[in-house]
């Protein structure tokens, strides 16, 4: 089992910018990759970024060259570092990790919100 605990959301002009962490702990041998998911209200989770454990990384396209992912393996956490935000990213924002045997663990989620 993989705990995580998210911090830095919160309220935000657009144009602004946030940054969210996510620690892990618990079975962190067993980590693959780690990143963001987002749901609105009414909608789908839909992933935001990801990040392997090599440093790969994928980015939803509504947010690419805006937001950037890192990960400091040593001490299991990742960064999502949101610029240039917009009204449309407003959500909560759940980070994940996936296991290298195909589990997944969540985060609790944080609230983000832009305000116009």
């Known amino acids: 089992q993989v705990q995580l605990v998210e911090s830095g959301g919160g309220l935000v002009q657009a144009g602004g910018s946030l940054r969210l962490s996510c620690a892990a702990s618990?079975?962190?041998?067993?980590?693959?990759?780690m990143g963001w998911y987002r749901q609105a209200p009414g909608k789908q989770r839909e992933l935001v970024a990801r990040?392997?454990?090599?440093?790969?990384?994928d980015f939803a396209y509504s947010v690419k060259g805006r937001f950037t992912i890192s990960r400091y393996n040593a001490k299991n956490t990742v960064y999502l570092q949101m610029n240039s935000l917009k009204p449309e990213a407003t959500a909560v924002y759940y980070c994940?990790?996936?296991?290298?045997?195909?589990?997944?663990?969540w985060g609790q989620g944080t609230q983000v919100t832009v305000s116009s």
């Open positions: 994940y990790t996936g296991g290298i045997r195909g589990s997944v663990s």
């Open positions: 618990g079975s962190i041998f067993s980590i693959n990759s």
């Open positions: 990040i392997s454990r090599g440093g790969s990384t």
